[in-house]
Every structure is written in structure tokens, then in C-alpha cells.
């Protein structure tokens, strides 16, 4: 030290402490901050100790990633036997559908996702005519494209569908149909007329409070009889009845939340411009109110995603179901665990990716509201 | 009228569109077309069953059911009717919901919280924990728990051996169960006695602190009497209890306590899966008390805990109530997913073997939603009260 003393004010910035910077500084504050801090943070590094090393060893260093037969996966020490996925891929994911006609589900889905791309394109003007027109003629091309029996296409039944695609056209049909019942249902839960109103709440509060595995063996068991003798459905068609009168419940909650946020001054100016309950209702409130739900109509999705997995119980192979089945085959026994994590992993994929879009939307469209 | 006619009347519309004429016209039409749709239904059941040869009424709940069921709380045999098959389910459901239900909010709430640790370790492995298992379907994590796990323990001759006697194979994990002797119900009385004295101690101890400001340490002394006088009574009365050992005796244990896998796994699911969602309430809830809250209760010289107790927890509960009432019903509802795995649960025994046996599907369709909605009504309704209890305290 050249200099000891300083006038005031003059003495020069020292640098902050060693022990406050840099990686140590950020390791002190975050994981070692005191003696509890500390302990939790051994106790972390050893779970991660106890299990990170043999997963990754499992999954990845010593798994089996293709064979033709399960031999290399009974080898001593061998890992997850993922040659026992790569053998059944394409039925995972269509299930029984002919193999030489994957190219109509796979145009099905390829279009969809064309036609939903502009829908994420800023400054595309003709979003509102584009929805109406993926939900309103777009089911119409997929079913003649998956189902077949109409312009010239092969008819594949219904008992063929399976897979992932079977999951998503589930979760896809109950979403899209349970939308504008549930619209209906929310304005008739917030009518002033009585018997309306107590219809739809009775309607809403019957299905929020049965679990879906009843409602779908309703389905499948009584629906049969409410119709005249004769009347044959098939498996899937009852299954999605179900689904989408269960779906249409937790759908109007879901606007019945994005209505009750809409100020009231909002309904007074439109009844005061001389709008009539319809007029107001669809120019007025329901654009806003389900601008507003937008996350809350993703996160149902999200649980109805989940809860397609159910209709294996009713005897239908979706993405679980099929799995469930390859896994009883003579031929590939014992590697539950690798077709489970498997499906884990797909159905992780589609619901973390749909939650993380639901958050970032909700963060968009939490503009105008905010006060 | 004592005012001239001046002949103009205001103007009146047209009948049609008087809003209580229309009302009442729009409900009319909606009973109509309901009532004949229901009695459509109805016609076609009717009509349906007769053709089949179904009959219908509750008689069928007194035949004997002669199926056996795997696990059952009240005793049950082959020649018992259905109507006891009935009771044996949905005490089976009463059971996985409520110990699925404690369970999954002390793992909610402890994951909750060790999410928003200041310990960045802590938080990701819990941001972790929570991330992986709510966005994977329950029923997969049920198959991944039964099939995948219990199913790959080993047998009853290599069992696991967990120490205190716990055995654990693919048949089960066996407890060793505590046999009361006599006396036993005077400490079970203790407990009684010592929770009730203790809140008179507690109301006592507010009263005392609002007069001198004087705190007295009433949750030690909760603590103290709840548990320390039906521990003296234990001890006095010369420890009134002992435990039964499962042993190995041929091809099974004999003797204790037996959960059988099928239990396990959805129990083990359902805590996990509905685990992340209460974390995630209590998350939001502890987020939602402003950190000036924190900081007043502070500078008011209240220490660490008691800002946490007296002023973070009744806010944030608050908050947390109305969700977690709700995560509750949906971990009632899910518990009917037993049915996957064979736990015989009220679907499994009544709607799957019962149903399948008798045919009476109205019937029995009926009988079980008919118990979810009123657990679902009365859960809601209980919550409710609660609710309202706690936001009282509010100014």
C-alpha cells in the first residue's frame, strides 16, 4: 500500500468482499446460507448422488436402443430395453390402423397443424375466420380422411383406432364439442330466468361430482339403453358421448369464470346501446370472456389429455391401453418400466409443453384487465 | 284517475317482447322439450330391459353376491348379499380417499414450501418433483407403481426385511399391529381428556394475555397434555399394549397388519399425483401474503416463527382453503381408478362385479354416482363452513 490516508471522499471503491462474489458468493447465499440451509443441501446432493448416476446408466449408457429380439436385452447388466419400443413404435402410435394407410391420420394431423400455424402469426388478420373454420369444418375432413367409407376412402372401423392418435382425436373431439355446450351451459348458470338456471347448475354440479371412470362405464353400459332397440354405437362414439358431457361441466366453469371477470359496466353499456341478450352477449361479453379464459380452456385440455387414459377401462386402446397390452406380450415380458416411461415421457411432453404455452398466454393476455 | 286523459299512454311492447313473457315462454319450452327427452329415455329403458329380461327395483340387493373380495374393513363372505358388497366398496374408497387425502396434503404442503426455499437446490429438485408427476396421467402412474415396482419385489420367501418386524414383498408390505389389552381405552380417554383441557387452557391463556399482555406457551402445553397424560396413563397402567409380528408361516405371513399392493400403488400414486397440485396451491397461497407482511410483522419485533404462524398462515390458508377443498374431491373421484388395478373399491366391486353379475345397470350406475355426489356435496359443504370459519378473522 502506496498510500494510508485520504482525504474525505477520496477514498477509492474497494472491491466487495471475496466471499460475497462470484461463484462462492452465489454458493453461500443459495445453498449454504446457515447451518439448516447447509444440511438440506447435503441431504439434496445425495438424493441426486443416490439415484441421478444409475437412472442415466439405465436410460442411456447401458440401454438396448434397437434389436429385432429381446436377446441383448436379457444380456447380464444390460439397461432399458428401449428395442422393445422401437419394435412396436407405429402401433403406439395408431394403434391397429392399416399400416398402408398411416398416410391419412398423418395428413390429418399435418393439416391441422398447418392450418393452426397462422393462428400464432402476429399480424395474420383472418384468425377469428380461421378458428371457425378448424372447428367447424375441419372435424369434417379428418373423419372422412381417418374414417374413410366417404369419397373413395377405405373404411377403417373405429376398433382399429388406437394409439396416440386415438388419444388425441379423444382429447381433441372433447374439447372442440364440449366448448359451445359449455358456453350455453355458463350464461344459463348466470341467467336470471330460475328454471334455467337451476338446470344448468344441477346439469354442471351432477358431473363435476362423479368421477370419469363412472361416467364413462355409464356411457358404455346405459347408454345402449336409453335409445331405441336397434340403435347401435360403437364403442368409441359412447365413449366420447361420455367424455364430452363429463368435459362440458368443467367447460362452463371455466367461462363462467372468464364472464364474472368482466366489469359490470360492460353488460349495463351493452343493455344501454339497446343490444339484445344475443347481440350483446356475442359482440360485447363473450369476446372478452373468453379471451380471458383462453389458459383456463388449455389447462382443461391438459386434465382431459390426462384423463383419456381412462377409456381403457371400457375396453378402448389409446396410448396407455396399447402399451398396457404390449406389455403382456409372451414375447417382450418384463419391460413394463420401459413402456411406461415411454408413455410418461409422451404424455409429459404434450401437457408440460401445453402448461408452459398456457403460462406464457396468461401473461400475454393479462393486459387489459389489470388494474 | 283523477288526471285528464290526455290520451297518450306510454308506450307498451308488443307482448312477445315483454322480458317476463318471453322468460316465462323460454322456461316453459325448456321443461317441455327436458320432460319429453327424459321420458323418451325412461320409455326406451323401460322398454329396453323388458326386452332383455331385465328386471328392475333394489331386490337384487339382497341375493347373495358369492364373489370374494380382496380387501374388506367390515366382515364379508361369499354368501353375503350385494347389498354388503355395496358397503364393503365404498368403505374401501372411504379408505384409500382419507389416507390418500393426508397423506398427499403433507407431501403437497412440504413440497410447497420447499419449492420457494431460499435453498436453490432445494426449490429446483421440488420445481422438479412437481413438474414431472402432475403432467403424467394418474393412471399410468398407478399401472408404473403396481406392475412396474411392486410387481418387480421379490416373493414371499425373499421378502424384504424393513426392520420393527416390516416385511415387505410382492404380495404386500406387513406391519407388526399394536393388540390393546385391557386399560387400553383409559389411555384412548387421556387423549380425549387431555385435547379438551387444553383448549380451556388456550382460552385461558387469550384471556390472560389480553388483560396483562403476559404470553403463556400454550402449544407446548397442547403438545404436553394431549400427548404426555395418555403416555403417564400408558405407563402407569403397565404399558396395556403389544404388538403382533407377521411370520412366515408355509407359503404367506401370518399375523399383523397386511396392505396389500394393490392398496400401495394407488395410494402411492394418488399422494404423488395430487401431491404436486396441492404444492402448487400452497405455493400460490404463500405467494399471495405480500412480502410487507412479512416486513411489518417483523419490525413489530415478532420472531421468525410467530410471523409465520400468526401472520403468514392464517393469510395464506385463506387463499389455499377454497383449491385444496377441490384438490380433495378430485382425489376422491380418482380413487375410483382402483378399479385398473383391481383394488376393490366401490366402481371395482359394485359397478364392475356386481353389475357385471346382476345387470342391473340403471340401478347400480345410480347407487354409485349417487355416493360420489354426496362425498363430493359433502366435502364441499364441510370446506365451506371451514372456509367461512377461517375468514372470519378477517377485519
Known amino acids: 500500500m502506496s498510500k494510508t490516508s485520504y482525504a474525505v471522499g477520496e477514498h477509492p471503491d474497494l472491491e466487495p468482499p471475496a466471499s460475497t462474489i462470484g461463484v462462492i458468493g452465489w454458493l453461500r447465499e443459495n445453498l449454504f446460507s446457515n447451518w439448516w440451509n447447509s444440511l438440506l443441501t447435503l441431504f439434496g446432493f445425495y438424493l441426486i ?46 394403434g391397429f390402423y392399416p399400416k398402408e394407410l398411416y398416410w391419412r391420420p398423418n395428413t390429418a394431423g399435418l393439416l391441422l397443424i398447418a392450418l393452426m400455424i397462422p393462428l400464432f402469426i402476429k399480424s395474420f388478420r383472418w384468425k377469428w375466420q380461421l378458428g371457425a373454420f378448424i372447428l367447424l369444418v375441419y372435424p369434417f375432413i379428418a373423419f372422412v380422411l381417418i374414417h374413410g367409407g366417404y369419397l373413395g376412402f377405405e373404411l377403417v372401423e373405429t376398433n382399429k383406432w388406437g394409439g396416440l392418435m386415438l388419444t388425441l382425436i379423444l382429447s381433441a373431439v372433447g374439447i372442440v364439442a364440449s366448448l359451445p355446450i359449455g358456453i350455453v351451459l355458463a350464461l344459463g348458470r348466470r341467467s ?85 341478450y344475443w347481440k350483446s352477449m356475442g359482440l360485447i361479453i363473450l369476446p372478452q370472456a373468453l379471451k380471458l379464459v383462453i389458459p383456463g380452456i388449455v389447462n382443461t385440455f391438459i386434465a382431459l389429455f390426462k384423463d383419456t387414459t381412462l377409456v381403457l377401462i371400457i375396453g378402448l386402446f389409446d396410448l396407455l391401453a396399447i402399451i398396457q397390452q404390449a406389455n403382456s406380450d409372451p414375447e417382450w415380458l418384463g419391460f413394463d418400466t420401459e413402456g411406461y416411461v415411454f408413455a410418461g415421457l409422451i404424455f409429459w411432453i404434450f401437457c408440460f409443453s401445453m402448461s408452459r404455452y398456457s403460462i406464457a398466454l396468461e401473461q400475454k393476455l393479462h393486459t387489459g384487465h389489470k388494474r | ?207 390472560r394475555q389480553d388483560a396483562t399482555g403476559q404470553p403463556f406457551p400454550v402449544f407446548l402445553t397442547t403438545l404436553g397434555l394431549t400427548f404426555g397424560l395418555p403416555l403417564i396413563a400408558f405407563l402407569i397402567l403397565g404399558s396395556p399394549l403389544h404388538w403382533e409380528f407377521p411370520e412366515l408361516k408355509g407359503f404367506n405371513f401370518k399375523g399383523g397388519m397386511t396392505i396389500i399392493p394393490e392398496l400401495l400403488a394407488l395410494l402411492l400414486a394418488l399422494t404423488i399425483y395430487t401431491g404436486t397440485f396441492i404444492a402448487e396451491t400452497v ?113
Not at chain 2, 298 to 315: F, K, N, W
Not at chain 2, 320 to 343: C, D, E, H, R, W
Not at chain 2, 370 to 390: D, E, G, P, R
Open chain 2, 1 to 207: 284517475m283523477s288526471e285528464p286523459d290526455s290520451g297518450l299512454k306510454p308506450s307498451k311492447p308488443a307482448f312477445w317482447n315483454d322480458p317476463k313473457v318471453r322468460a316465462l315462454f323460454f322456461q316453459v319450452l325448456l321443461i317441455v322439450a327436458l320432460g319429453y327427452f327424459l321420458m323418451t329415455i325412461v320409455d326406451n329403458t323401460l322398454e329396453n330391459m323388458r326386452s332383455r329380461g331385465i328386471t328392475t327395483g333394489f331386490a337384487f340387493l339382497d341375493e347373495p353376491a358369492g364373489f370374494g373380495i380382496l380387501q374388506s374393513l367390515i366382515p364379508y363372505t361369499e354368501a353375503n348379499t350385494y347389498g354388503r358388497t355395496f358397503v364393503v366398496g365404498l368403505l374401501n374408497t372411504l379408505l384409500v380417499s382419507g389416507l390418500g387425502i393426508v397423506l398427499a396434503t403433507i407431501v403437497g404442503f412440504i413440497m410447497g414450501v420447499a419449492r420457494l426455499s431460499h435453498n436453490w437446490l432445494i426449490a429446483k429438485l421440488a420445481a422438479l418433483y412437481i413438474e414431472t408427476f402432475r403432467n403424467v396421467p394418474l393412471l399410468l402412474q398407478i399401472f408404473f407403481w403396481y406392475f412396474a415396482v411392486l410387481g418387480a419385489l421379490p416373493s414371499v420367501r425373499q421378502s424384504l426385511d424393513l426392520g420393527l418386524g416390516i416385511r415387505f414383498n410382492n404380495r404386500g408390505l406387513y406391519l407388526p399391529e399394536p393388540i390393546p389389552e385391557n386399560g387400553f381405552s383409559i389411555v384412548l380417554w387421556m387423549v380425549l381428556i387431555g385435547f379438551v383441557v387444553s383448549r380451556f387452557v388456550k382460552r385461558w391463556a387469550r384471556k
Open chain 1, 192 to 276: 336470471t330466468m330460475p328454471i334455467v338456471k337451476s338446470v344448468c347448475v344441477v346439469y354442471i354440479e351432477f358431473w363435476r361430482g362423479v368421477p370419469l371412470i363412472t361416467v364413462l362405464f355409464m356411457s358404455s353400459v346405459m347408454l345402449p339403453l336409453f335409445f331405441p332397440e336397434g340403435t347401435d354405437f360403437d364403442k368409441l362414439a359412447r365413449a366420447m358421448i361420455g367424455i364430452i358431457m363429463f368435459q362440458s361441466a368443467y367447460m362452463a366453469e371455466v367461462v363462467r369464470g372468464g364472464l364474472q371477470a368482466i366489469p359490470k359496466g360492460q353488460y349495463e353499456a351493452a343493455a344501454s346501446l339497446g343490444l339484445t
Open chain 2, 283 to 395: 405455493r400460490a397461497g404463500i405467494n399471495s401474503v405480500s412480502h410487507g407482511q412479512t416486513e411489518a410483522a417483523l419490525a413489530l419485533g415478532l420472531t421468525r416463527v410467530q410471523t409465520l404462524r400468526l401472520v403468514i398462515i392464517p393469510q395464506a390458508m385463506r387463499v389455499i382453503i377454497p383449491p385444496l377443498t377441490s384438490q380433495y374431491l378430485n382425489l376422491t373421484k380418482n380413487s375410483s381408478l382402483a378399479t385398473a388395478v383391481g383394488y376393490p373399491d366401490l366402481v371395482a366391486v359394485f359397478m364392475g362385479t356386481t353389475l357385471n353379475q346382476t345387470g342391473q345397470a340403471v340401478e347400480i350406475t345410480a347407487m354409485t354416482m349417487a355416493v360420489y355426489l354426496t362425498i363430493s356435496l359433502t366435502i364441499s359443504f364441510f370446506m365451506n363452513w371451514y372456509n367461512k370459519h377461517v375468514a372470519l378473522i378477517e377485519r
Open chain 1, 49 to 94: 448422488y443416490l439415484y441421478l448416476p444409475p437412472l442415466v446408466e439405465w436410460m442411456f449408457v447401458k440401454a438396448v436402443w434397437s434389436s429385432p429380439d429381446r436377446v441383448p436385452c436379457d444380456a447380464e447388466g444390460a439397461g432399458a430395453c428401449w428395442a422393445f419400443i422401437d419394435n412396436r413404435f407405429t402401433q403406439f402410435m395408431y
